[in-house]
């Protein structure tokens, strides 16, 4: 009798052909050779691979010739339009040296203000600190003021009070009420 956790199962009827049991496979000398030549191969093949990729690459570049010597190799181009657009750009180039040069001297007086501006805040937020510091240090010698002020009249009301007390008692006890 099954328990009551395998009631559910029931036994195999139909058998995949895949776990079916297989008569063991034949074994071809000729094959294991084989093996062993194709793990060779995969060897070889890998140490090269890694050998090539270790290796930095390097590209071949095509010689770079002065001007006289690009003449002589392409005789039929001109470097004249290149010229033309060189000289064409210069004065582009020169307007906009001189208008960096210009925007940072413009630049230098909104610095010199921004940093005015800076160290005026600092000071003014560092009077505030110490205005507000100097308002609670105030405020703390206050409260201490007060509570002093307190213990001494409790001291003192409480010194009072025994005295009329003893002298109450002392009244009382000599009958002269």
């Given at each position: 009798?099954?328990?009551?956790?395998?009631?559910?199962?029931?036994?195999?009827?139909?058998?995949?052909?895949?776990?079916?049991?297989?008569?063991?496979?034949?074994?071809?000398?000729?094959?294991?050779?084989?093996?062993?030549?194709?793990?060779?191969?995969?060897?070889?093949?890998?140490?090269?691979?890694?050998?090539?990729?270790?290796?930095?690459?390097?590209?071949?570049?095509?010689?770079?010739?002065?001007?006289?010597?690009?003449?002589?190799?392409?005789?039929?181009?001109?470097?004249?339009?290149?010229?033309?657009?060189?000289?064409?750009?210069?004065?582009?180039?020169?307007?906009?040296?001189?208008r960096s040069l210009a925007e940072k001297d413009r630049e230098?007086?909104?610095?010199?203000?921004?940093?005015t501006r800076q160290r005026a805040k600092q000071e003014q937020?560092?009077?505030?600190?110490?205005?507000?510091?100097?308002?609670?240090?105030?405020?703390?010698?206050?409260?201490?003021?007060?509570?002093?002020?307190?213990?001494?009249?409790?001291?003192?009301?409480?010194?009072?009070?025994?005295?009329?007390?003893?002298?109450?008692?002392?009244?009382?006890?000599?009958?002269?009420?």
């Amino acid at each position: 009798m099954y328990s009551s956790k395998f009631r559910s199962l029931r036994p195999l009827t139909y058998v995949p052909e895949g776990l079916k049991p297989q008569p063991p496979h034949e074994r071809n000398p000729g094959g294991i050779v084989t093996m062993r030549e194709l793990a060779h191969q995969n060897r070889i093949t890998s140490r090269e691979k890694s050998s090539v990729a270790s290796r930095p690459q390097s590209l071949q570049l095509p010689p770079i010739f002065g001007p006289s010597r690009a003449r002589e190799q392409c005789p039929h181009i001109s470097l004249a339009p290149f010229k033309v657009i060189d000289r064409a750009h210069q004065p582009f180039d020169k307007a906009r040296t001189q208008r960096s040069l210009a925007e940072k001297d413009r630049e230098v007086p909104d610095m010199e203000r921004t940093l005015t501006r800076q160290r005026a805040k600092q000071e003014q937020d560092a009077h505030h600190a110490r205005h507000k510091y100097a308002q609670f240090l105030e405020e703390k010698r206050r409260r201490v003021q007060e509570q002093e002020m307190v213990s001494s009249f409790s001291q003192q009301h409480n010194s009072l009070g025994r005295a009329v007390f003893r002298y109450n008692t002392w009244r009382r006890e000599n009958g002269l009420q």
